[in-house]
C-alpha cells in the first residue's frame, strides 16, 4: 500500500500558480517598436502578448515542465512509502537472574554424574545448570556468583550460548571461602534496577549459611518482594553439617516464602536436575507478540522522473536556441 510521511505537503501544489498570479510581471527594459499589425503579428508566431507590451512564446505549453517538476519535487519531499505486510515478533517479558554459590564447600564431592562418578556440588550445578538455560530461549539471563562478596559474571542478556560458556568457566574460591548471599541479593536487586521486563525472577542455589552477609536475608527478601522480584532457592549442602558449611534451610524457605517463589532440597544430581525441570514449568516462557508493518521508501521515484523529465527538456531547449538565432539574423 502507498502512502506518504508528510503528505500534507500537497497543500503547496498550487504555490508557483499563486507565485505568478500575484507577483509584479517582469518586463525586461529593450528597445521596442510600434507596430500597427502587432496582433497579426503575435497570431501568425503563436505568441501571447504580455502584460507590459512584450511578446511571451509558447503559450501555456511553456508552463508545463515547470508545473510537472515542481510536482514531482513535492512528491520526492512527501516521501512516499509502500507498506510491507506485517511482520510479527517475540519479545522476551522476563529477565531472569541465576545466583551461584562459590563458597569452599561447593567442592564437596558428594555428588555423581551421568557415568556414575564422583563429581563437586559446583560441577553437579553447572550440569543442571546448562540444561536449564538450554530452554530458556526467549529470556533474557543474568548471573551472580557469591562467596565473601557478591561478583555480577554475566549481566543480563539474551545471548543464552554467552552464559552457559561463563557458566561453565566457574570456579569454587573465585569470590572467597565464605557464603554472602544476602548481599548476592542485594546486587541482583541492583541489576534489575534497568530491567524494563515485566516479570523478574531470581534462582539462587547456595549449600552454606549467609555467614558474610552485610545485608539479613529476611531484608534483602523483603527488598525483593517490594521491588516484584520472585526467588527461588535451591538448597544442596548437608543439613546435618555445622560452621559455615551448615545448611540454613529455615532461612532459605523464608526467603522464597516472602517473595512468593518455591524452596527445592537437592541431596545428589538427579533431585538436582528435578528441580530444574519442575522451575522450567513453574517459570514457563511468556512473550509478548510485537507487530510491524516495514515500509520502503520510494523518494527516489519522483527524483528519477524529474531527472527523466528535465533533462530531456532542458536538452531540446538548447537545440532550438541556435534555430532560433539564425532565423532572427536572417529576418
Known sequence: MLSFAYPWLALLAPLPALAYWLAPAYAPRRPALRAPFFATLARLTEASPGGRGGVEPGGLRRFLVPGLSWLLVLAALARPQWTLPPIHQDRPTRDLLLLVDLSASMDTPDFTDAAGARVSRLVAAKQALDDFLAR?????????????APFPLVPFTADLGLARELLGEMQVGVAGPRTAFGDAIGLGLNLFSTSTAPAKTIIALTDGNDTA???????????????GVVIHTVAVGDPAAAGEDKLDEAALRQVAEITGGGFYRAMDRAQLAQIYARLDQIETRRVDSVS???????????????????????ALRLLRRPRRRAQEAVS
Not at 530458556?136 to 565473601?148: E, I, S, T
Not at 531484608?219 to 517490594?226: I, K
Request: aromatic content about 8%; glycine content about 8%.
Open 213 to 227: 552477609s552485610r545485608v539479613p536475608l529476611a531484608e534483602a527478601a523483603q527488598a525483593a518482594r517490594d521491588r
Open 292 to 314: 510491524f508493518r516495514p515500509k520502503v521508501e520510494l523518494y527516489w521515484a519522483p527524483l528519477a522522473g524529474l531527472l527523466l523529465l528535465s533533462m530531456p527538456a532542458q
Open 136 to 148: 530458556r530461549q526467549g529470556d533474557r539471563v543474568g548471573v551472580v556468583v557469591f562467596g565473601d
